[in-house]
Nanobody, 118 residues
């Protein structure tokens, strides 16, 4: 099973930007970013597979997912951040079933905190 390590979280003011990285121990085609916001269920925000990106409606036009296959690394560029984007962001890999943004993944990173202040 691939191992995942996230980095890049932090604190920014509303309107700011952050870039998250997820380094995988090996190649994996389908990867995704999920977030856990306070008092909310975990939700998929962006996913990538076969070089095609997918986004949740709440982040379309603000977040960009990308993948450097040579480095086994996935990125999430987050622009125009809002306080409601605050939460713990997790990367996931090895989709075993379901949709890219809502399906079941075998591998999960440890999570990285994103805090957006107003």
């Amino acid at each position: 099973q691939v191992r995942l390590v996230e980095s890049g979280g932090g604190s920014v003011q509303a309107g700011g930007s952050l870039r998250l990285s997820c380094k995988a121990s090996g190649y994996t085609n389908f990867m995704a970013w999920f977030r856990q916001r306070p008092e909310k269920e975990r939700e998929g925000v962006a996913a990538i597979g076969n070089n095609s990106p997918y986004y949740a409606d709440s982040v379309k036009g603000r977040f960009t997912i990308s993948q450097d296959i040579a480095k086994n690394t996935m990125y999430l560029q987050m622009n125009s951040l809002r306080p409601e984007d605050s939460g713990i962001y997790y990367c996931a890999a090895d989709l075993v079933g379901g949709s890219l943004l809502g399906g079941e993944y075998k591998a999960w990173g440890q999570g990285t905190q994103v805090t957006v202040s107003s």
